[in-house]
């Protein structure tokens, strides 16, 4: 399906918008290098770039395609590529509190 959604997602807009770049900076500058980028297709929604900080905290920057993705990583200093290989899972750090909003139903109240 990563195929798929890759040559679906491969248009023009190949270069990553300013303000997402910014925030992948500012995430880098506040987290830690080095950081790791994994691309992550969405569907017709676009591309998720996963960050993973060197302190282990997480964070994504949405772009309309793979190559912006890419492209968005090879503009950041401090961000390399990366998927979601043992070492990147094990580089995050979810604290209890997220384990518990993550494990929690958004439908009770």
């Known amino acids: 399906m990563a195929d798929t959604v890759a040559e679906q997602n491969t248009g023009t807009d190949d270069a990553?918008?300013?303000r997402d770049?910014?925030?992948?900076r500012r995430f880098v500058a506040?987290?830690?290098?080095?950081a790791r980028g994994v691309v992550q297709g969405i569907g017709r929604s676009g591309v998720r770039v996963v960050l993973v900080g060197a302190?282990?905290?997480?964070g994504d920057v949405l772009v309309p395609s793979v190559r912006a993705g890419e492209a968005l990583i090879d503009r950041v200093d401090g961000l390399e590529?990366?998927?979601?290989?043992a070492e990147t899972v094990n580089a995050t750090d979810i604290g209890p509190e997220r384990r518990r909003r993550m494990g929690r139903s958004l439908t009770r109240a």
């Open 21 to 24: 770049v910014a925030v992948a």
């Open 30 to 34: 506040e987290h830690g290098s080095p």
């Open 55 to 58: 302190d282990g905290a997480m």
């Open 81 to 85: 590529r990366a998927n979601w290989d």
């Open 16 to 18: 990553p918008k300013q």
